[in-house]
């Protein structure tokens, strides 16, 4: 989140204060104290699996590393790893502002907006991911399984990859 190259603790911190000033959640609120543990056993999985010299950082190398075994149990269908279900489970919920199941577009442009993305990729981008959904919203069960075809589809294309933005090549 900080543009530094490497990934740390703080980068999930800011995450938290991110997405709790989208949902006005308080430090004392049940929601935020719940976001903080989830962040925190989803950094935890990730440094087990990625942090490989143990320094509290993961580096480019290691998360390309990480990724790459990830990806072949993903495409060999093994599960996510119980850190990225985790983290899957908690983008959803942080997409889903509104409670009700669903991520709409003012919900997804919100989430985005809020991490830097500009107006025209987020339109692009849940126009793509959306297309041919009810009411253009997208379910746990829409969300995962663009979730997972983001990490293995082969088709540049496909809708999984514009989950997190425009993918620029």
Known sequence: TNKDGIIEK?????????????????????????AQETVNKIWEGLRDRADRNKDGK??????IKMW???IRDVAEVKSFPPW?????????????????GYIDRDEYTAI???????????????????????DNKLSKED???LWREYFVAE???AKGNYLFGRQKH
């Open 68 to 70: 790459e075994e990830s």
């Open 58 to 63: 993961i580096t480019k190398e290691e998360w």
């Open 10 to 34: 703080c980068d999930f911190d800011e995450v938290v204060e991110k997405i709790s000033t989208l949902h006005h959640w308080k430090q004392n609120d049940d929601a935020f104290q719940k």
């Open 112 to 134: 985005y907006q809020l991490f830097g993305f500009s107006n025209d990729d987020v339109n692009l981008c849940f126009d793509k991911i959306s297309e041919g959904l009810p």
């Open 155 to 157: 088709d540049e294309d």
């Open 143 to 145: 969300f995962e399984a």
């Open 84 to 100: 990225q279900q985790d983290y899957m489970e908690f983008m959803f919920y942080a997409n889903d502002t509104s409670g009700d």
